[in-house]
């Protein structure tokens, strides 16, 4: 079955760094974008940042710079590493993956990002 598993959330002070990443197992990783997305309490899901399988990537305006996504297919990882961290940031992370028709379409559970001071 599929599953992508999210970890590196936690809490951290404004201008601090994290790191997620995302496991994903029972698809055939290289076949898929990866992505993370947020949600904030009360806001809708907004994309954060993608990669294709080729390796391009997308970012979020409010992101860029500051966020970096990457990917290991030998490991079937997406990870995302988060520096200049604002409280704004703050929100719910998921991993998501996407078949480029979009036939398929598979989120992980999240994993809680939290910038206070």
């Known amino acids: 079955q599929v599953q992508l598993v999210e970890s590196g959330g936690g809490l951290v002070q404004p201008g601090g760094s994290l790191r997620l990443s995302c496991a994903a197992s029972g698809i055939i990783f290289s076949r898929y974008r990866m992505g993370w997305y947020r949600q904030a309490p009360g806001k809708q899901r907004e994309m954060v940042a993608t990669?294709?399988?080729?390796?391009?990537?997308n970012y979020a305006d409010s992101v860029k710079g500051r966020f970096t996504i990457s990917r290991d297919n030998a490991k079937n990882t997406v990870n995302l590493q988060m520096n200049s961290l604002k409280p704004e940031d703050t929100a719910a992370y998921y991993c998501?993956?996407?078949?480029?028709?979009?036939?398929?379409?598979?989120w992980g559970q999240g994993t809680q990002v939290t910038v206070s001071s």
């Open positions: 998501n993956a996407r078949m480029p028709l979009g036939i398929n379409d598979y």
């Open positions: 990669i294709t399988n080729g390796g391009s990537t």
